[in-house]
């Protein structure tokens, strides 16, 4: 039973170019989140959908940074024009059920490094 | 505003030795859920345990416990017979109603033989 994978585990842009950060939820989950950590900081909450639904963006920056998840395929977060300041770890956690007791499962994470 | 605040930012404990990791939490919603995740150095986030607010007991997982003390709002994390392989980041999270996962800054741990 294959955990959340995400693709690709690094990633070296330069800046002004895009970011593509793909994720694959657990086997029967149709809910995806997406959290950013900074060095030496948590993580923290950016996104939720549900497949061809954005549940909750409150986290999500204004600018350049956009989310989805459709019917077919991964969850795609997408960064236009990277800025040094977005190099970080992204995760991608999913659940079966949208609940407060449901456990999310996290992905090994993309490490964006912007040069 | 929900918070989650951990006040060890490192702790150090002698292998076979137990360690508690504090965590105090902040909601005024009456149904959430408190999760602990390990970060090793390799980076993934590992679920470690979870305990609900309805819940009775505290939860166990294997040498994994949590102190859950709801009038104090705290879910300190305590791990027993430390092993080599526990060094990590230890971070506590809350998920309520919104679902998201509010996380704490985390405590890094270090065991020592």
């Known amino acids: 039973n294959a955990g959340v994978m995400q693709n690709p585990r690094h990633l070296v842009r330069r800046r002004g170019q895009e970011a593509r950060l793909r994720c694959s939820p657990m086997k029967g989950h149709s809910h995806v989140y997406w959290y950013r950590q900074l060095p030496e900081e948590g993580l923290k909450f950016m996104v939720y959908l549900q497949k061809e639904n954005i549940i909750d963006e409150s986290g999500m920056p204004k600018e350049r940074f956009s989310a989805e998840f459709p019917k077919e395929g991964p969850s795609i977060l997408r960064i236009q024009q990277v800025v040094r300041g977005d190099s970080a770890a992204y995760f991608c956690a999913s659940s079966p059920l949208r609940d407060s007791t449901d456990t999310q499962y996290f992905g090994p994470g993309t490490r964006l490094t912007v040069l | ?113």
């Open chain 2, 1 to 113: 505003a929900q918070k989650i605040t951990q006040t060890q930012p490192g702790m150090f404990v002698q292998e076979k030795e137990a360690v508690t990791l504090d965590c105090t939490y902040d909601t005024s919603d009456p149904s959430y859920g408190l999760f602990w995740y390990k970060q090793p150095s390799s980076g993934e986030m590992i679920f470690l345990i979870y305990q609900g607010s309805y819940d009775q007991q505290n939860a166990t997982e294997g040498r994994y416990s949590l102190n859950f003390q709801k009038a104090r709002k705290s879910a300190n994390l305590v791990i027993s017979a430390s092993q080599l392989g526990d060094s990590a980041m230890y971070f506590c999270a809350m998920r309520d109603n919104t679902d998201k996962l509010i996380f704490g800054t985390g405590t890094r741990l270090q065991v020592f033989p």
